[in-house]
């Protein structure tokens, strides 16, 4: 099942005809609809020369609570898009983690986060400013450095940084993407990764326990008291800003060709980029469309969804 919801009607509109040739060509017994034509050098050429206005990269948010698969939802779609391989330097779709913007803790906050005392999971933990300041450089075309997070000494790394190069395509994934509303109006298309809580419970344990260096007592009570409780106030609340729910994540193979294609028609059709002004500091969508389907998006009629 893919579930669409209908504020942002050009990824609506693309994704229902995608459906419904789909559709056509399975009973036509069509093979290979969804075989997705990678990348090519050639293919890269065309961009620079297809009349695009302007460099500015499209923005996708990646919402969805912690081990829902964001990250691994981003991975796949880099993948189908044929960039995973890359330089840094030559990679048209780039992803982001709202990880390496957890603010820097004070002392006392410190000592409470090596206990699992500190909640991580409230949109306080985070450095909003600085997430928002960083998506308008990019969306500005700029190179930014963002920072890898380091889950053992809970703070951003020091010495380890990504330089993210201007891009078409820029994904930032994390659980509250979508809380911060100057965040999250940026973004030209938004997915919330939909997977159920005991599926997310199931793979954070060995997660937290292999990569991030804690135990098994300080993973159960952090998600007890902080993560299961923020969840449900901070990040389910946002899954009805999506453009698009995708269930069961990664494992979701017809969502994520859809999303795929969606991405590829906007970065090789000839059609205006979705560029974004910047005035007074202030990012604001340029096509009528886009400023269409930001009124509709702030008037909240975002609760009709479509599913199939
Ligand atoms: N579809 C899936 N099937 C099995 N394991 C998965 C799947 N998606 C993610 N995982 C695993 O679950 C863990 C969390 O996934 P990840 O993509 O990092 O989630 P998030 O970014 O939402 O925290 C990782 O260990 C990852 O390998
Ligand atoms: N020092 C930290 C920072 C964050 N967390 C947890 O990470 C989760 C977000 O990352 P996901 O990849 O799971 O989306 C969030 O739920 C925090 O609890 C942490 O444990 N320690």
Not at 59 to 84: F, Y
Not at 106 to 124: I, K, M, T, V, Y
Not at 223 to 252: H, Q, S, W
Request: positive net charge; proline residues 4%.
């Amino acid at each position: 099942m893919v579930i669409i919801n209908t504020t942002n009607e050009s990824v609506m509109s693309t994704l229902l005809l995608r459906c419904r040739v789909a559709a056509h060509c399975a009973s036509k017994s069509v093979r290979n609809f969804y075989t997705f034509k990678k990348m090519t050098d050639k293919t890269l050429d065309y961009t620079t020369t297809n009349g695009l206005e302007s460099k500015t990269p499209f923005l996708i948010g990646v919402a969805g609570g912690t081990a829902s698969g964001k990250s691994t939802v981003c991975q796949r779609i880099v993948e189908k898009l044929g960039q995973q391989h890359k330089e840094q330097t030559e990679r048209r779709v780039v992803c982001i983690s709202q990880d390496s913007f957890y603010r820097t803790l004070s002392p006392s906050e410190r000592l409470r986060a090596e206990r699992g005392q500190f909640n991580f999971d409230h949109p306080d933990a985070f450095d909003d400013k600085k997430l928002l300041a960083t998506l308008k450089d990019i969306l500005l075309g700029k190179k930014v450095e963002v920072p890898e997070y380091d889950y053992i000494a809970n703070s951003i790394s020091t010495n380890r940084s990504h330089t993210i190069y201007p891009a078409d395509v820029v994904l930032i994934e994390g659980i509250l993407v979508f809380y911060f509303p100057e965040v999250r109006d940026l973004f030209h298309m938004k997915l919330f990764v939909d997977t159920d809580s005991d599926t997310r419970l199931a793979r954070r344990v060995p997660r937290d326990i292999m990569e991030r260096g804690r135990d098994l007592e300080q993973v159960l009570n952090q998600y007890m008291n902080f993560v299961k409780p923020a969840f449900e106030e901070f990040c389910l609340p946002t899954k009805k800003f999506a453009d698009v729910i995708i269930p069961r994540g990664a494992d979701n193979f017809v969502a994520i060709d859809l999303i795929v294609h969606h991405i590829w028609d906007i970065m090789y059709k000839k059609r205006p980029a979705p560029t974004i002004k910047v005035t007074n500091g202030t990012c604001k969508p340029h096509s009528e469309a886009d400023e269409a389907a930001s009124a509709r998006r702030l008037s909240g009629s975002s609760e009709d969804t479509l599913s199939r």
